[in-house]
């Protein structure tokens, strides 16, 4: 596999029709000088205040900013505009900071959406950070927060399957949000496993369901309102998949379930959230009528 055509290639999807006004949102951004701003990476990705740019400009960041709703992952704040993104992903990211260090180390979040994780990661002082996610929108998201965070994250727009066969290998792996969206989540672990150096570690959630039995749910089309949800698995069933990964030292983080405390509508979002994809009579159920959204973290260990 030739990552540089994929590379070459998917550069052009920036440049597609429904992309093409926010790249153009992007520039505006860009114009406003964001030298000189003072950072800190707590919840909110925080840069600057709104002492740091002129209202018109304040006027001009929001506007722009908009363009690219929806924004999922967050919270941001950027010059004093809060964007307060439909997850609260800090929840997520306190909840796994402490089962992980970075420090010095290689690092890819899979599917990473805009970078907020990455963000936060910066604090750790990783070696390198590398961002896979094929998508067009939240490259240009990532790009308008980069422009005040002046990282040196890569973003690439590529997939799971791509990492076996990117230039370099891996100490650490994060793939947050994206197993249950794969149809064959043992292939997709296997691939993370050769893209991972000698002990390299992975940190993977899942959707899940309760149970001993080493099984996993298979809904008939949609789950919680979501096309491309394949499988939810027991935890067992979810550890046996990393070992048939080739994976060891499998642990399990932490199990949680989702609440409007983590996702909801705000107006950075679209009209509909978590409450809208539950049955309104039963929230302990999808209004598919499947268990409502619980997720497994586990960390794991090349052999």
């Known amino acids: 596999m030739n990552i540089a055509n994929i590379r070459e290639e998917r550069a052009k999807w920036l440049e597609w029709k429904n992309i093409i006004p926010m790249r153009n949102a992007l520039k505006n951004i860009q114009t406003i000088n964001t030298d000189n701003l003072n950072i800190s990476y707590n919840d909110w990705v925080t840069v600057g205040d709104e002492s740091d740019i002129s209202e018109e400009q304040l006027t001009l960041l929001e506007e722009n900013v908009k363009a690219l709703i929806p924004w999922r992952k967050g919270p941001f704040s950027l010059c004093g505009l809060n964007i307060d993104s439909e997850w609260q992903s800090n929840l997520k990211y306190n909840l796994l900071k402490k089962h992980f260090n970075i420090k010095d180390k290689i690092v890819a979040d899979v599917g990473c959406n805009n970078g907020y994780y990455m963000f936060r990661m910066l604090e750790e002082q990783p070696k390198r950070l590398v961002g896979f996610d094929p998508s067009a929108i939240f490259k240009t998201q990532f ?50 496993n050769r893209a991972l150096n000698k002990n390299g570690e992975i940190i993977v959630d899942s959707f899940m369901i309760d149970g001993e039995e080493e099984v996993a749910l298979c809904p008939e089309s949609r789950y919680a309102m979501i096309p491309n949800v394949y499988f939810l698995p ?13 994976f060891t030292d499998i642990e399990l983080i932490e199990i949680t379930t989702t609440d409007d405390k983590e996702q909801r509508v705000t107006p950075w979002t679209f009209g509909k959230s978590l409450d809208d994809f539950r049955d309104p009579s039963d929230s302990s159920k999808t209004i598919e009528g499947y268990p409502a959204p619980k997720r497994a973290y586990l960390k794991a260990r090349k052999k």
């Open 234 to 246: 027991t935890v067992n069933c979810f550890k046996n998949w990393l070992k048939r990964a080739g």
């Open 143 to 192: 790009d308008v927060v980069n422009h005040f965070v002046k990282s040196d994250i890569k973003y690439e727009l590529l997939g799971v399957e791509h990492l076996e066969f990117y230039e370099h290998k891996f100490d650490m792996i994060f793939m947050l949000g994206v197993l249950y969206h794969r149809s064959d989540p043992i292939a997709s672990l296997k691939s993370l």
